[in-house]
């Protein structure tokens, strides 16, 4: 069965931090990597998304991919309260399968001003 | 702006009432996901269509169907809730069933009483 893990937090980051989430996958021939913000009571939002190994950089967010080690992860540099919601990485897996996002369970993120 | 929409925003209904949830979208996607989410859990996906192509995933019950009359709209039909249906119904759209990125839509929250 395929799976995403994130650690559920919350983690907890004073303004002007470096936020780092992160993500495990289990299915080693997973193509695509997202990340989505969804704040309280509201339906996800895509950030960012991610193909190829290495790093990828949009405004505050970096989304860095080893496919090797079946890792991604979301930076936030500059962390604003506004970034206070959960973060949901999902995984595009491979196979039959190729069609569907696999959801983590999110990292709930608070940014301490 | 091209978007997704959830109509209606709220919806409550009574136990073993039916209700129909509605999506449309004017980004021209090929493909449209219903998700079911509930509190502090990862969407699940009930089904999907691409194109005319309806797809159901394994572990859905019966009591969900859906329909898609044309390109741009998309209903969730609940034939008899019950208590533990009660969730965020999440419509999405992908250009394609390949690496393409998912949009969610406001989601539906719903209630059953």
């Known amino acids: 069965q395929k799976e995403v893990e994130q650690n559920s937090g919350p983690l907890s980051v004073p303004e002007g931090a470096i936020a780092s989430l992160n993500c495990t996958y289990s299915d080693r021939g997973s193509q695509s990597f997202f990340w989505y913000r969804q704040y309280s009571g509201k339906s996800p939002e895509l950030i960012m998304f991610i193909y190829s190994n290495g790093d990828k950089e949009d405004g505050r967010f970096t989304a860095q991919l080893n496919k090797a080690s079946q890792y991604v992860s979301l930076l936030i540099r500059d962390s604003q309260p506004s970034d206070s919601a959960t973060y949901l990485c999902?995984?595009?897996?491979?196979?039959?399968?190729?069609?569907?996002?696999?959801f983590g369970k999110g990292t709930k993120l608070s940014v301490i001003p | 702006d091209a978007m997704v929409i959830q109509n209606p925003r709220y919806q409550v209904t009574q136990f073993g009432k039916p209700v129909t949830l509605s999506c449309s979208q004017t980004?021209?996607?090929?493909?449209m996901y219903w998700y079911q989410q509930k509190s502090s859990q990862a969407p699940k996906l009930l089904f999907h269509?691409?194109?005319?192509?309806?797809?159901n995933e394994a572990d859905t019950p019966d009591n969900f169907q859906s329909r898609r009359p044309n390109t741009s709209f998309c209903f969730l039909d609940i034939r008899s809730p019950g208590l533990g249906d009660a969730a965020m119904y999440l419509c999405?759209?992908?250009?394609?069933?390949?690496?393409?990125?998912?949009?969610f839509g406001p989601g539906t929250r719903l209630t059953v009483t």
């Open positions: 269509y691409y194109d005319k192509d309806f797809n």
């Open positions: 999405a759209t992908s250009r394609d069933r390949g690496t393409y990125e998912q949009y």
């Open positions: 980004l021209n996607h090929n493909v």
């Open positions: 999902a995984v595009r897996g491979s196979g039959a399968g190729s069609y569907q996002l696999t």
